[in-house]
């Protein structure tokens, strides 16, 4: 039995960037698609985004959270008729007068067989009651991993039977991509980009206590840091991410506030990183990060600054890679990206960095 169970989540897991469109392919192909993961690693956000790439409304549905009734409606006497008449839920009916997406979400945490048996007449029967969904409506389900001790009930392999299964894996990539693009805290953004060397821990780390290092806790941590007091931070991020990862996020904060990113722009002081004087790739980070930080916050970029960016890009011992991902940082500033085109050297810190991505993929 517990081979079986093991096997019911062995689907391959596969990065956030591949997975989208191998469940876009599923779906569209009529089949309904079951997403396992670990708790808060995005199964959630890559149903939307694959919603909103289908222009279909998502009705989110947590078994858990649901009377059986919220599935599969009630039934009550018609007198006219001497039948009993579905009373069903405000989302079947959507389901059934026009294309959507139905996501089971936390299918598996601990529903009841009523629960499990509502849940395999909408994905088999692509209906609930007499109601039938709309030919165009999508079914799709996910669920956290058995060793995840997330309050996992395990599927019975009738209904696994019926999906076509995923795992998303945990994707730092990924994420920081998404984090980037939705407004996600710069230095927590920061601070993962620059230590990826430790593994995918560091973005998820289920340490068995409450509050642990997920992509989910990362972006609450987020919100937290940038809108709280000072005297608060440390605290809510703790609560949010754990002690352990709190300390070594902080542990960052600190090194950042090292830097003096206007004295290296406005006065061309290039930090050393050479010699016994180098810094650690920490704080080589804290000091990329720091700058374009601070220079995507002026109103107004000097063209007498532009000389020193590119001098510390070019810095003697500064590794390639930091190069490339300051002018990153800063291409959100189209302004001061173009601008940067025409100060001497950048043609050539441009052309090898275009070397080393080449270098990278042969």
């Known amino acids: 039995m517990a081979r079986r169970r093991q096997e019911l989540t062995a689907a391959p897991a596969y990065p956030f960037d591949e997975l989208v469109p191998l469940v876009r392919a599923a779906l569209e192909a009529g089949a309904a698609v079951m997403l396992h993961g670990h708790p808060g690693v995005g199964k959630s956000t890559l149903a939307g985004e694959i919603a909103v790439a289908l222009g279909l409304k998502v009705h989110d549905i947590r078994l858990a959270q649901r009377d059986p009734a919220e599935l ?27 294309p959507c997406m ?27 009651g007499p109601l039938s969904f709309h030919p165009k409506t ?52 920061a601070y993962l980009r620059g230590h990826q060397r430790f593994g995918r821990a560091l973005l998820y780390d289920n340490t068995g206590e409450p509050a642990f290092p997920s992509p989910r806790s990362w972006e609450m941590a987020a919100r937290l840091f940038e809108s709280a007091a000072p005297e ?35 006065q061309g002081k290039i930090p050393d990183f050479t010699g016994d004087n180098a810094y650690d790739p920490s704080l080589t980070h804290a000091v990329i990060t720091a700058v374009a930080s601070w220079l995507a916050e002026q109103p107004t970029v000097k063209d007498r600054w532009l000389p020193n960016i590119i001098r510390l890009a070019t810095a003697e011992g500064l590794d390639p890679e930091y190069a490339f991902l300051l002018l990153r940082t800063l291409k959100a500033r189209t ?24 270098g990278l993929y042969q």
């Open 102 to 128: 139905v996501f089971l979400d936390e299918i598996n945490a601990a529903v009841t067989r009523l629960h499990q048996a509502a849940a395999y007449q909408i994905v088999l029967e692509r209906r609930v």
């Open 335 to 358: 302004d001061l990206t173009d601008r940067l085109k025409a100060v001497p050297g950048y043609r050539e810190l441009a052309h090898d960095l275009v070397q080393l991505q080449v």
């Open 232 to 266: 608060l931070r440390r605290r809510l991020v703790a609560a949010a991410v754990g002690p352990e990862a709190a300390e070594k996020f902080f542990s960052f904060v600190r090194l950042q506030k090292r830097t003096r990113p206007r004295a290296i722009v406005v």
């Open 138 to 189: 999508v079914v799709m389900a996910a669920g956290n991993l058995e060793g995840d001790e997330a309050l996992v009930t395990p599927m019975s392999s009738a209904l696994a039977n019926r999906f076509v299964h995923f795992t998303l894996a945990v994707d730092m990539n990924a994420w920081l991509t998404w984090a980037e693009a939705n407004g996600v805290s710069p230095t927590v953004v």
């Open 72 to 98: 599969a409606g009630v039934f009550f006497p018609d007198e006219r008729r001497q039948t009993l008449a579905l009373l069903a839920p405000e989302w079947v009916r959507s389901a059934a007068e026009e």
